[in-house]
């Protein structure tokens, strides 16, 4: 279950999509929105590993090293 945050996003973005298309909005444009919140999450979520809180602590030893 770890792409939930990708998939409230997804959901999120398709209410934000129905809502503005319901307000007047063109339909594309306001696609265009919907796009770029999951296009932002999925970044999110490919670089979020390489944060600085988020990396795994390397034990002694537990690289390898060339002799």
Do not use: Q
């Amino acid at each position: 279950m770890p792409a939930v945050g990708l998939l409230l996003t997804t959901t999120a973005g398709l209410v934000v999509w129905i809502v503005l298309w319901a307000i007047g909005v063109k339909s594309f444009d306001a696609f265009l929105i919907t796009a770029a919140m999951i296009l932002l999450a999925a970044t999110a979520r490919v670089f979020a590993p390489a944060f600085r809180g988020n990396r795994r602590e390397e034990h002694p030893g537990s690289r390898w090293t060339p002799r």
